[in-house]
């Protein structure tokens, strides 16, 4: 399941990218980046498009956290991505993006542990440098905690690099992939049937 998400969370990057102006959805980091350059340039119209997904991002975290529901944080998610895949056109890329990164919020704030280990979907320093701590930790799950954390920033690469290609090819459908892939993690986390 983290492996779908960070796969996800790549993907969500490089169709924002591509298609709305160079702003990313999930990595808010980014958008810091660009923020800070544009404020400091004057260009408050290209800062305000980096300032708007983080916005929307700690809103998604908040309603996540406080709702402590993983399962329909999930398909908040899914709602949100569908609404920008159907609406993308019709709507300001300023308000598309920022509902692809609530709803990418919804889901990395509700889905932050995979086995024992602390990770993030939506970016791959954190994840690089919990391998790197897991790779010289002395318990016995250490090797398998590195190569944990190293799989999920290979998924989030794959991600962006099928997202890259897909976007190219079906630019707003495109969006059926992440949507598929959280939906695969909804299913997976459905509750037993009684029997």
Not at 25 to 53: C, E, K, M, Y
């Amino acid at each position: 399941m983290a492996s779908l998400l960070s796969m996800s969370g790549g993907f969500l990057d490089a169709f924002t990218w591509l298609s709305l102006g160079g702003v990313f959805a999930s990595s808010q980091t980014g958008n810091v980046v660009f923020l800070g350059i544009d404020a400091i340039s004057g260009q408050w119209q290209q800062a305000a498009r980096h300032l708007l997904p983080l916005v929307a991002f700690l809103l998604g975290a908040l309603v996540a956290i406080r709702v402590k529901a993983p399962l329909l944080c999930l398909t908040g998610e899914i709602v949100c991505l569908f609404a920008v895949m159907l609406l993308i056109h019709r709507v300001p890329d300023m308000v598309a993006i920022p509902g692809i990164s609530f709803g990418a919020a919804l889901q990395s704030a509700s889905f932050r542990q995979v086995e024992r280990w602390k990770y993030l979907s939506v970016t791959v320093t954190g994840n690089m440098l919990r391998a790197i701590d897991q790779s010289v930790a002395s318990d016995r799950d250490a090797a398998r905690g590195t190569a944990v954390m190293f799989l999920l920033c290979l998924m989030f690469l794959s991600g962006a690099a099928i997202g890259t290609c897909v976007t190219k090819w079906l630019h707003a459908l495109s969006l059926i992939l992440p949507i598929a892939s959280s939906a695969c993690v909804l299913w997976l986390c459905r509750p037993p049937r009684r029997s």
